[in-house]
């Protein structure tokens, strides 16, 4: 048993050493490393986040409020724009019939012009070939006439040749 306490003995002294060991190592270690001051720093970067954190939710929710009145008065929007693009539509349905009218106005008054030219110019085809047609006549008349009556011809030259000397140049 004696051994045994002497074990005891000797396991306590080792762990007390090495315990004091230990200890004067950490202590050494705080100090050359300067936990303290590193922790203080880490503290206030971990400060300074939540100051810029929270100074990020206050523009986020200020961000927020500007999109939700927006969004409010975005119906508004809508139906004012609407509105308006109707109005332009009714213009410009107004402009189109306006310019349509004017249209229909000219395109039937050149219409017209060009029916009295076609018409003018078939009248004149008329007249041309009912006088070509006169002039025909007339010479089969008077050639006939001249078969049947032979002295005619010498009536119808005198009076011409009497006709020329009468006539002052």
Same mark, same amino acid.
Not at 50 to 55: A, G, L, V, W
């Given at each position: 048993m004696e051994i045994f306490n002497s074990f005891i003995d000797y396991i306590a002294r080792t762990n007390l %050493?090495? %315990?004091i060991i230990f200890a004067s190592i950490?202590? %050494?270690l705080v100090c050359k490393l300067n936990v303290k001051s590193k922790l203080e720093n880490a503290v206030l970067d971990v400060d300074n986040s939540? *100051? /810029? @954190?929270?100074?990020t939710k206050v523009e986020s929710e200020k961000k927020l409020s500007s999109i939700e009145e927006s969004m409010n008065h975005l119906s508004e929007e809508v139906d004012l724009i609407l509105k308006q693009s109707e109005d332009n $539509? *009714? +213009?410009?349905g107004e402009k189109i019939a306006e310019d349509t009218d004017k249209s229909l106005v000219v395109l039937k008054e050149n219409t017209q012009k060009v029916i009295e030219y =076609? @018409?003018?110019? +078939? *009248? =004149?085809?008329?007249i041309r070939? $009912?006088? +070509?047609? @006169?002039?025909?006549?007339?010479k089969a008349h008077i050639i006939? /006439? +001249?078969k049947h009556n032979p002295d005619l011809h010498e009536h119808l030259i005198d009076e011409s040749v009497n006709a020329l000397e009468g006539a002052e140049i």
């Open positions: %050493f090495n %315990f950490i202590v %050494f939540i *100051k /810029e @954190s929270e100074e $539509a *009714k +213009l410009v =076609n @018409s003018n110019i +078939l *009248k =004149n085809d008329i070939r $009912a006088s +070509l047609a @006169s002039v025909e006549v007339a006939e /006439e +001249l």
